[in-house]
């Protein structure tokens, strides 16, 4: 117990810990209650009295509480036409009353004796929780239905002989999901807001932040004494091999329960402080959210084991950190295992088909036990060598499984030191080929000599072999194929790209009124033939070609709207706008998703490769010769700026290249001088510059924003001056917000580095050009700061850590 | 060429801890030796001198200018060696020697020709393709040496040069530090007395964060002159002995054992025999009554 004991000293004692940590939980908190307020406003404000409305309903058999509930819904619409008809002078509306008034007569008396004579606010809150009200008792109405006719469905696709095939999985799935639902066919459903609960339980940024806490928690227990030579102490004691491992885990999986409670367990209290719970004995088969679970959970029981549930996934996360920290040396190599895992386990979870054979990658693994809403509140039964398993079950037995794995395998790999686990003969082959290609550098040129320490002592090379594997993956080797409509659209568009001219505006007036004379043209095709002019033959040729073109219609719809708009930026802002393709538009400028990913990866290796400069000299103590030369002040501090640029120059050029790879080979970019305005979501931008000028424009701001971020990630490592540490530090403040923002947390793009990466989002949503300039603004200024304040840190930081007093 | 610490005080943990106090000294073209317990302020001198530390008080001056003002100037004419520490273990000897070339702005045939001759000088050019991570420690030694002398420094700072290296080549590089010393300001911080003993020029005891002596050995020595006895006792006495008076050796003999010690006046009661002392025998005269920190 007491090496226990001393385990959590050594992570209660490091200030980064209790300042990060309470940070974190405030900032969870903080995070959930700001999504919430801004999707849910009206309930969160009006809750008191949407529980007033419920109450009113909940002892009212189901059918006759919705039946009075619409025509409620129903009057309220009407008084609220009463209300605009008589504020806006507008015939429209005024007709639209007096049809209500004709089919409701004693309209115009109920309303004048309501409440909501003079507070459209009241009416209007009151309309909108009735119709949620509405929503939330539709469960409740047709699920005895649901149940009981499933064992009908099942007969039906039985009788389908792709399914009848005895001893597929398909077969057995169909024949288990009527048996797996049989004890819910007389449930009794309560009505209840299910917000709060389907909220606290979905959202997603709590796993970020905890799995930060995990690893953060992990660098103290694990690789602490090794980066500080401590661990070849410890282990040479008669306690420093078994207990100290066993006591160290021991730290681990307590400190992530505690903290796993605290995490989940404050969202659950917000949620239910903003909306409540409810009546927590009622089944959570009553919420749509959860009517396909067949667990029959009340909704108190399901909260207690959804966090039981986060708890435990939390703990088995911390137990898998627990094996790389344990086998790994090298604060950058764990980063990337741990980040290839999770990318692998989301890659898996996102894009495998349920129903292909693959599936047991995609719900097992750490993502998947992640989402406990799925696990509890779905029906899902696994394909496990071609019997159907529930996944709840499956995913039990895989985390007991790993529960005893996993500990069993950190201890030992402790135990017996983990050089002799990772020894390889590869290692030495590459040492030996080194030394014989790469020539023992023979230069006085510093910047040469700080390239090599960070490619080879800092292992950079592997970093951008890895971006460069990540940018051959993204590149489309094969050629793209197009569907119907947008292979139409294309052809229109080899026509019509570039500006809008004369012969242009009449080819789509030509068009359009073809395809409205369509119709007549196919009557005069059949008149004809009827009428013997045109043989068969004729008759068939003419309707195939004009059927042909009638299936060019959708396409040209999109080519209409575009026109449309043109035609208005032309006349409103004067400018020569042009058509310009908006499959390849689209695949450039409106795609958020691949953004952020690029944006995530990019930040990633940026960190694993900026934040081993400064922290290897810092490491290895070679930090106070260095500064005691006559280029070791200010020189050495360029050079290794300098070298930072550098790297995040060829980092931004590897992983951004694919996307103009692919746009060049596979998509129209003719055309692309004309304005940026020509494309609909650029509309708002007020600056005069082409589409190929934007896209130069929008890659400049993000290399600047790029070498701002390196200036901050490499002032972060002058001041924590270990590498793992800084890495921690590092993600925390530039790779967290990123994922918060994929989590849906929009807000932080202009709040954060993010926006650097969103660049094509941002000139799309904002208003005036002043917003980016401002933002830039205080990324220079910001840039500039940390510039200084790392000079100032490295130059006048004179060995406060590390003086041997002697 | 002189190098003036002008009453430097260092203060840590908020002036809680003082390293320096009011620290003078005054250095000329030679070796000087700095000798101290643990926690003396040794450490926190060198750091000062090597200006990785700024002073709370006072200033070191070379030629009458502030080394903080020299700044380039300074550091142009510094040799540092550490007491044995971290490298990069993925640098060849040689590599290490042409990034530090590069690091003190030499000029690349003055470079190329003063690695080749102090990687002769060390006794390192078969190792020098050799990564620094299968150096020995005795290796990374002569590898920190060779780089403090590559600028051909005017001050050389030495934090334990010979800490890990073997009889004969402490002797090397104590004779190769005294042939360098004639125009060099030579400053080494050791708790190996024979390193200093006979090649310093003055010789400064250092407690507490300040000086207690600062002479030429032979009046160092002189000072302790019939401090320093030996007295003959049987096995069982020597604890007692122990317990008495501060002992600088004990030899075991035919006929009993030899203690060696060091007490302002002569013991009584012992065949006693007073001797010559050492500097081994000054410090622990100086410095005897400091606890063992274990």
Not at chain 1, 238 to 251: E, T
Not at chain 2, 119 to 127: A, K, P, R, Y
């Amino acid at each position: 117990m007491k090496l226990v004991a001393y385990e959590y000293i050594k992570i209660f004692s490091k200030k980064l810990v209790l300042v990060i940590v309470p940070l974190l939980i405030l900032a969870n908190v903080f995070l959930y209650y700001q999504q919430q307020v801004r999707d849910n406003e009206y309930i969160v404000k009006n809750n008191p009295r949407y529980y007033e409305l419920e109450n009113i309903y909940r002892s009212i058999p189901v059918d006759k509480a919705l039946n009075e509930i619409s025509n409620q819904i129903d009057t309220l619409k009407d008084f609220h036409i009463i209300i605009t008809a008589n504020a806006a002078n507008n015939p429209g509306f005024q007709a639209i009353l007096e049809e209500k008034k004709k089919n409701r007569p004693g309209l115009m008396e109920k309303f004048m004796d309501s409440s909501y004579v003079n507070d459209e606010e009241a009416l209007l809150r009151d309309l909108f929780l009735y119709e949620e009200l509405y929503t939330q008792l539709i469960p409740l109405t047709n699920y005895k239905d649901y149940i009981n006719s499933m064992q009908n469905r099942a007969d039906e696709m039985l009788s389908v002989s792709i399914f009848n095939e005895k001893g597929a999985f398909s077969y057995r799935n169909i024949i288990k999901t009527p048996k797996d639902f049989e004890h819910l066919k007389n449930i009794t459903l309560k009505v209840g807001l299910d917000k709060g609960i389907v909220s606290a339980t979905q959202f997603s940024v709590t796993d970020i932040l905890v799995v930060i806490v995990i690893f953060l928690l992990c660098i103290y227990l694990f690789l602490q004494e090794k980066e500080s030579g401590l661990l070849k102490l410890i282990r040479t004691n008669k306690k420093g091999r078994v207990d100290v491992a066993v006591a160290k885990l021991i730290a681990l999986i307590s400190l992530t329960i505690v903290l796993a409670v605290v995490f989940y367990g404050s969202i659950i209290i917000i949620a239910n402080y903003l909306y409540g719970f409810g009546d927590l004995s009622r089944y959570i088969q009553s919420m749509t959210a959860f009517r396909h679970s067949n667990v029959l959970l009340t909704v108190g029981e399901y909260l207690s084991l959804f966090l039981v549930g986060k708890v435990t996934v939390c703990v088995l996360s911390a137990l898998i950190f627990s094996v790389f920290f344990v086998l790994i040396n090298n604060a950058g190599k764990i980063y990337l295992c741990i980040t290839a895992l999770l990318g692998y386990s989301y890659i898996s979870y996102v894009f495998v088909h349920p129903l292909s054979h693959l599936n047991l990658a995609k719900y097992i693994n750490i993502i998947y036990f992640f989402n406990t809403y799925s696990l509890l509140g779905q029906y899902k039964n696994i394909n496990f060598f071609g019997y159907p398993v529930h996944n709840l079950w499956l995913v039990m037995a895989c985390i007991s499984v790993l529960f005893i794995i996993l500990p069993v395998l950190s201890v030992t790999i402790y135990v017996k030191n983990n050089s002799s686990v990772l020894k390889t003969v590869s290692f030495g082959i590459w040492s030996k080929l080194k030394l014989k290609v790469i020539k023992p550098g023979r230069s006085i040129q510093l910047i040469n000599h700080e390239f090599f320490k960070v490619l080879f002592t800092g292992k950079v090379y592997i970093i951008i072999l890895l971006a460069l594997l990540i940018g051959y993956n993204n590149t489309y080797l094969k050629e793209l194929r197009f569907n119907q409509e947008d292979a139409f659209y294309n052809s229109y568009l080899n026509v019509l790209s570039g500006e809008l001219n004369e012969e242009k505006v009449n080819f789509i007036v030509n068009e359009k009124n073809r395809f409205a004379y369509l119709p007549t043209e196919f009557a005069n095709i059949r008149k004809d033939y009827s009428e013997g002019k045109i043989t068969l033959h004729e008759y068939n040729e003419k309707k195939a070609e004009v059927e042909a073109f009638a299936l060019k219609e959708e396409a040209f719809q999109k080519v209409l709207t575009q026109y449309e708009y043109l035609l208005k930026v032309k006349e409103s802002k004067g400018l020569e706008v042009g058509f310009v393709n908006r499959i390849s538009s689209d695949y450039l400028f409106n795609n958020h998703s691949r953004d952020i990913i690029n944006g995530m990866i990019y930040i990633i290796l940026l960190i694993l490769s900026i934040c081993v400069i400064f922290t290897n000299d810092y490491k290895n103590g070679m930090i106070s010769i260095l500064r005691c030369t006559k280029n070791g002040r200010f020189k050495l501090f360029a050079c290794k700026q300098i070298v930072a640029y550098i790297i995040a120059f060829i980092l931004m050029v590897i992983i951004y290249t694919p996307q103009y790879v692919n746009l060049i080979k596979n998509y129209n970019v003719e055309n692309w001088g004309v304005p940026i305005q020509s494309i609909m979501i650029f509309q708002n931008v007020d600056i005069p510059v082409s589409v190929f000028g934007f896209i130069i424009l929008c890659n400049v701001l993000q290399l600047l924003g790029a070498l701002i971020l390196a200036n901050c990630i490499l002032f972060l490592s002058v001041v924590t001056k270990k590498h793992s540490l800084s890495i921690m530090v590092a993600s925390m403040f530039f790779v967290c917000p990123i994922l918060i923002q994929s989590a849906g947390i929009n807000f932080l793009r202009r709040y954060s580095f993010n926006n650097i990466y969103l660049m094509f989002t941002e000139f799309s949503i904002s208003t005036s050009i002043w917003e980016t300039v401002l933002y830039y603004m205080v990324l220079v200024v910001l840039g500039i700061c940390f510039f200084v304040l790392c000079w100032n840190k490295y130059n006048h930081n004179l060995l406060t850590f590390g003086v041997r007093k002697r | 060429m002189n190098l003036s610490i002008n009453c430097v005080s260092k203060s840590y943990n908020k002036g809680k801890k003082k390293a320096l106090d009011s620290f003078c000294a005054e250095f000329t073209p030679g070796v000087y030796g700095v000798l101290g317990p643990n926690g003396a302020g040794k450490s926190t001198l060198m750091n000062i001198i090597t200006d990785n530390l700024k002073p709370d008080a006072g200033e070191v001056t070379y030629n009458g200018k502030s080394i903080a003002q020299l700044g380039k100037e300074y550091r142009d004419i510094l040799g540092y060696m550490p007491q044995q520490q971290g490298i990069y273990d993925d640098f060849t000897g040689v590599r290490f020697l042409w990034y530090m070339a590069a690091l003190k702005d030499l000029k690349k045939d003055v470079a190329r020709v003063r690695i080749e001759n102090l990687l002769n000088t060390v006794n390192l050019m078969q190792d020098a393709n050799k990564k620094l991570g299968a150096y020995s420690g005795g290796m990374k030694q002569r590898i920190l040496i060779a780089q403090a002398l590559l600028n051909d420094p005017k001050i050389l700072i030495m934090d334990e040069p010979t800490a890990g290296l073997d009889p004969k080549e402490r002797i090397r590089i104590r004779n190769f530090i005294s042939t360098i010393a004639l125009n060099k300001i030579v400053i080494i911080a050791t708790h190996v007395v024979p390193d200093i003993e006979f090649i310093a020029k003055e010789i400064i005891l250092i407690k507490e964060g300040k000086i207690i002596v600062q002479d030429e050995p032979v009046n160092i020595l002189e000072n302790v002159k019939d401090k320093v006895h030996e007295i003959y006792v049987s096995k069982d006495e020597v604890d007692n002995i122990q317990k008495k008076y501060k002992v600088s050796n004990i030899a075991s003999e035919k006929d009993g054992v030899c203690i060696r010690i060091v007490a302002e006046n002569k013991p009584q009661g012992f065949e006693v025999k007073t001797v010559k002392p050492s500097l081994e025998d000054v410090y622990l005269y100086m410095f005897g009554d400091e606890s063992v920190n274990f």
